[in-house]
């Protein structure tokens, strides 16, 4: 799980992570992080990884037992209205700002937790994490609806047909030339 995933997300850039994982290990390798759009699939693929891994992108579709709150703030959100902090579980995540504001808090302005006391949501005196305060990765910019599901797999590969076509027209005629 690369920098920008939902949930409890890694650190590293994803060009960073793949290029050291492919290093050692030439098995089937996954790439998450902010993946949401048929593009992204293709360059999970072009920078190594055999497959691409989403998780938010599906939280905003119809049949995710999610809150409809949840979902539509998906929609409204992009990467500038996630926030990376501890604060939440103990453990470093991203998470959408306005469910953080809606608990009282300036997602702007949080401060660090200690990472020895983890949290995931007991204490109820504090927001629940997962339950109202919303996990979410920095790809969202890209859903404009919450279709079902099927729908969004089906844009995902016309989308991903699309920039392999884009990609073959943009760089075979070069390579074409160099040979
Ligand atoms: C609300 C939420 C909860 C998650 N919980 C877990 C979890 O319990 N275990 C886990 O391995 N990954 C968890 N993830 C991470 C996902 O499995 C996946 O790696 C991540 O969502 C991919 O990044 P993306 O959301 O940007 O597509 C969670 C993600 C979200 C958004």
Redo the contacts with the bound molecule.
Sequence with gaps: ?AA??????GFQSPFALIQEIREWFDGPLLL?????SGRAILSAQTLGADLA?????F?ATQEANAVEGYKQMIVDSSAKDIVHTNLITGVHGNYLKPSIRNAGMDPDALPTSDPTKMDFGSDRQKPKA?KEI??????IGVLRDVPPAGELVARLAREYDAARREWVQRVLPEVAQAA
């Design positions: 799980m920008g995933a939902g949930g409890h997300a998450s992080g902010a993946i949401a891994y989403i998780g938010s992108a939280i997962w919303w996990g979410c990765g920095q790809g």
